[in-house]
Protein backbone atom coordinates (compact mmCIF):
# COMPACT_ATOMS: atom_id res chain seq x y z
CA UNK A 1 0.00 0.00 0.00
CA UNK A 2 0.82 3.14 -1.03
CA UNK A 3 -0.05 6.72 -0.26
CA UNK A 4 -0.68 9.88 -2.56
CA UNK A 5 0.78 13.43 -1.25
CA UNK A 6 -0.54 16.09 -3.96
CA UNK A 7 2.93 17.80 -3.87
CA UNK A 8 5.76 14.74 -2.81
CA UNK A 9 3.74 12.17 -5.11
CA UNK A 10 3.80 8.01 -4.20
CA UNK A 11 5.52 6.92 -0.75
CA UNK A 12 5.20 4.43 1.55
CA UNK A 13 3.84 4.52 5.04
CA UNK A 14 7.29 5.10 6.11
CA UNK A 15 8.34 7.98 4.04
CA UNK A 16 4.81 9.69 4.35
CA UNK A 17 5.66 9.35 8.19
CA UNK A 18 9.27 10.69 7.52
CA UNK A 19 7.79 13.81 5.71
CA UNK A 20 4.81 14.26 8.82
CA UNK A 21 7.55 14.79 11.35
CA UNK A 22 10.00 16.55 9.03
CA UNK A 23 6.96 19.01 8.40
CA UNK A 24 6.56 19.74 12.33
CA UNK A 25 10.46 20.06 12.95
CA UNK A 26 9.97 23.66 10.34
CA UNK A 27 8.31 25.29 13.11
CA UNK A 28 8.49 23.17 16.60
CA UNK A 29 6.75 26.02 18.57
CA UNK A 30 3.63 25.58 16.12
CA UNK A 31 0.70 23.60 17.65
CA UNK A 32 -0.13 20.48 15.17
CA UNK A 33 -3.12 18.51 15.17
CA UNK A 34 -2.44 14.98 13.14
CA UNK A 35 -6.32 13.57 11.93
CA UNK A 36 -7.09 10.55 9.99
CA UNK A 37 -10.25 10.57 7.88
CA UNK A 38 -11.95 7.51 5.65
CA UNK A 39 -14.75 7.70 3.28
CA UNK A 40 -16.05 5.11 0.77
CA UNK A 41 -18.03 5.39 -2.41
CA UNK A 42 -20.60 2.41 -3.55
CA UNK A 43 -20.46 1.60 -6.93
CA UNK A 44 -19.40 -1.75 -8.82
CA UNK A 45 -16.88 -2.52 -5.88
CA UNK A 46 -16.46 -0.19 -2.98
CA UNK A 47 -13.55 2.39 -3.47
CA UNK A 48 -12.16 3.18 0.12
CA UNK A 49 -10.16 6.78 1.02
CA UNK A 50 -8.22 7.22 3.85
CA UNK A 51 -7.09 10.27 4.58
CA UNK A 52 -4.02 11.41 6.50
CA UNK A 53 -4.00 14.97 7.55
CA UNK A 54 -1.07 16.97 9.53
CA UNK A 55 -2.38 20.48 10.58
CA UNK A 56 -0.21 23.04 11.57
CA UNK A 57 -3.39 24.92 13.47
CA UNK A 58 -3.93 28.24 12.23
CA UNK A 59 -1.53 27.58 9.18
CA UNK A 60 -1.97 25.16 6.74
CA UNK A 61 -0.68 21.52 6.79
CA UNK A 62 -0.37 18.78 4.42
CA UNK A 63 -2.07 15.10 3.24
CA UNK A 64 -1.82 12.16 2.16
CA UNK A 65 -4.61 9.76 1.02
CA UNK A 66 -4.55 6.09 -0.03
CA UNK A 67 -6.78 4.16 -2.46
CA UNK A 68 -8.34 0.54 -1.88
CA UNK A 69 -11.05 -1.13 -3.70
CA UNK A 70 -13.17 -4.22 -2.75
CA UNK A 71 -15.61 -5.97 -4.31
CA UNK A 72 -17.90 -7.40 -1.53
CA UNK A 73 -21.68 -5.79 -1.39
CA UNK A 74 -21.75 -3.93 2.16
CA UNK A 75 -24.94 -2.39 3.69
CA UNK A 76 -24.29 0.77 4.68
CA UNK A 77 -23.82 0.36 8.78
CA UNK A 78 -21.24 -2.01 7.68
CA UNK A 79 -19.37 0.38 5.15
CA UNK A 80 -18.99 3.05 8.13
CA UNK A 81 -17.59 -0.07 10.24
CA UNK A 82 -14.98 -0.60 7.85
CA UNK A 83 -14.49 3.04 7.20
CA UNK A 84 -13.83 3.08 10.62
CA UNK A 85 -11.92 0.28 10.38
CA UNK A 86 -9.33 1.58 8.04
CA UNK A 87 -9.03 4.87 9.86
CA UNK A 88 -8.39 3.12 13.32
CA UNK A 89 -5.76 0.95 11.79
CA UNK A 90 -3.73 3.73 10.24
CA UNK A 91 -4.03 5.51 13.28
CA UNK A 92 -2.86 2.98 15.26
CA UNK A 93 0.25 2.40 12.89
CA UNK A 94 1.18 6.14 13.77
CA UNK A 95 0.78 6.03 17.01
CA UNK A 96 3.26 2.91 17.37
CA UNK A 97 5.45 4.54 15.28
CA UNK A 98 5.43 8.49 16.90
CA UNK A 99 6.07 6.20 20.41
CA UNK A 100 8.48 4.44 18.71
CA UNK A 101 10.78 7.99 18.28
CA UNK A 102 9.54 9.75 21.34
CA UNK A 103 7.53 12.37 19.41
CA UNK A 104 5.11 14.48 21.69
CA UNK A 105 4.70 17.29 19.36
CA UNK A 106 0.71 16.89 19.18
CA UNK A 107 -2.01 18.35 21.95
CA UNK A 108 -4.33 15.38 23.44
CA UNK A 109 -5.35 13.33 21.89
CA UNK A 110 -2.80 12.33 19.49
CA UNK A 111 -4.59 11.79 16.86
CA UNK A 112 -8.58 12.67 15.94
CA UNK A 113 -10.52 9.76 13.89
CA UNK A 114 -13.07 12.08 11.93
CA UNK A 115 -16.15 9.83 10.73
CA UNK A 116 -18.61 10.15 7.90
CA UNK A 117 -21.28 10.54 10.19
CA UNK A 118 -23.64 12.71 11.37
CA UNK A 119 -26.51 13.66 13.63
CA UNK A 120 -28.55 14.39 10.60
CA UNK A 121 -29.49 11.69 7.36
CA UNK A 122 -29.15 7.88 7.77
CA UNK A 123 -25.70 7.84 9.54
CA UNK A 124 -27.39 8.84 12.78
CA UNK A 125 -28.48 5.49 14.28
CA UNK A 126 -24.47 4.37 14.71
CA UNK A 127 -23.24 7.35 15.91
CA UNK A 128 -23.20 5.99 19.69
CA UNK A 129 -21.66 3.03 18.76
CA UNK A 130 -18.72 4.27 15.97
CA UNK A 131 -17.39 7.07 18.67
CA UNK A 132 -17.51 4.76 20.95
CA UNK A 133 -15.05 2.43 18.97
CA UNK A 134 -12.80 5.34 18.39
CA UNK A 135 -12.78 6.56 21.99
CA UNK A 136 -12.10 3.48 23.51
CA UNK A 137 -9.25 3.25 21.18
CA UNK A 138 -7.74 5.96 22.99
CA UNK A 139 -7.97 8.51 19.92
CA UNK A 140 -10.25 11.67 19.62
CA UNK A 141 -13.64 11.11 17.38
CA UNK A 142 -15.02 14.00 15.22
CA UNK A 143 -18.74 13.46 13.36
CA UNK A 144 -20.03 16.13 10.51
CA UNK A 145 -19.99 19.08 10.23
CA UNK A 146 -16.58 18.88 11.93
CA UNK A 147 -15.22 15.91 10.24
CA UNK A 148 -13.80 16.89 7.29
CA UNK A 149 -10.39 14.42 6.94
CA UNK A 150 -13.57 12.06 6.26
CA UNK A 151 -16.46 14.04 4.06
CA UNK A 152 -13.82 16.61 2.47
CA UNK A 153 -10.44 15.39 2.12
CA UNK A 154 -11.20 11.52 1.80
CA UNK A 155 -14.67 12.33 -0.21
CA UNK A 156 -12.82 14.25 -2.89
CA UNK A 157 -10.67 11.00 -3.69
CA UNK A 158 -13.33 8.64 -3.66
CA UNK A 159 -14.70 10.26 -6.84
Known amino acids: ?????????????????????????????????????????????????????????????????????EKKKLSLKQRIFMETARSLGVASRLMERLAAVG???????????HLDIGKQGRTKEVIREVVGMVVGSGFGARIKPESYGAFKVADRYTK
Not at 23 to 36: D, G, H, R, S
Open 103 to 113: FKGFKEPNIEI
Open 1 to 69: MYYISPTKGRLTFDQMFRDIISFTKEAPEENYKLIVGTDSQLREDICYVTAVIILREGKGGRFYYTRER
